[in-house]
Each structure stands twice: as C-alpha cells, then as structure tokens.
C-alpha cells in the first residue's frame, strides 16, 4: 500500500513537499515514481528513482524544479518541488514497481499505486 501526503495550495514560485509512505511489504528493491493527473488530461510521468537511490529521471517539464530522494529505511519516498507553476497543478500519484531500463515513464509498468494528492498552484 503506497499512500500519498503533503499536497495543498500554494502560490506560483512557491513549494511543497510530497511524501509517499509504503506499507505491507518492503519496496526497497522496487523504483518508485511519480506521476500526476490534470483534469482534462491524461496521468503523465514526472519523475522516478530506482532501487538504490542511484538514478534518478526527470520530465522535461519538471527538471530542475522537482527533486525526488527516498529513505528505504523508511520505506518513503519524497518529491521536493520548487518554483511551482500554475500548470504544475494536478493530482499526483506515487508508484512502485520493477521498472525495466527505458520504461520508467510508462504507467502501465507500475504494479502499485496510491490514493494521490491535490497540489493547485494559484497564480
């Protein structure tokens, strides 16, 4: 069970972080990603971090404002986003899987998924 928490409203410019709590089993050998769902439009990837921490991937749209990290001590995994965009509002969701080398942004792979949480960016 993956559950999602630390969304909210914030201004443009400002930040938020997203917390992604797994319990039940160990994920600590899966990659967990994010993704996040507008309303009118499809779930899109904006980032992920395999297993070890090691790798990390970003959307064009989010790189270099968003930061994912992950404590497998603490089976939780985090996105840090900064310089928030009204278009950044969306439901974000947070996922988990074995995710083979270049499918990371395909939401199909993931077996795992949370609740989401609301992140509106007000301009």
């Known amino acids: 069970q993956l559950v999602e928490s630390g969304g909210g409203l914030v201004q443009a410019g400002g930040s938020l972080r997203l917390s992604c709590a797994a319990s039940?089993?160990?994920?600590?050998?899966?990659?967990m990603g994010w993704f996040r769902q507008a309303p009118g439009k499809e779930r899109e990837f904006v980032t992920l971090?395999?297993?070890?921490?090691?790798?990390?991937y970003y959307a064009d749209s989010v790189k270099g404002r968003f930061s994912i990290s992950r404590d497998n001590a603490k089976n939780t995994v985090y996105l840090q986003m900064s310089s928030l965009k009204p278009e950044d509002t969306a439901i974000y969701y947070c996922a988990a899987g074995i995710i083979p080398a270049g499918f990371g942004g395909d939401a199909a792979r993931y077996k795992y998924w949370g609740q989401g949480t609301q992140v509106t960016v007000s301009s």
């Open positions: 971090i395999r297993w070890s921490g090691a790798s990390t």
């Open positions: 039940g089993r160990t994920f600590s050998s899966y990659t």
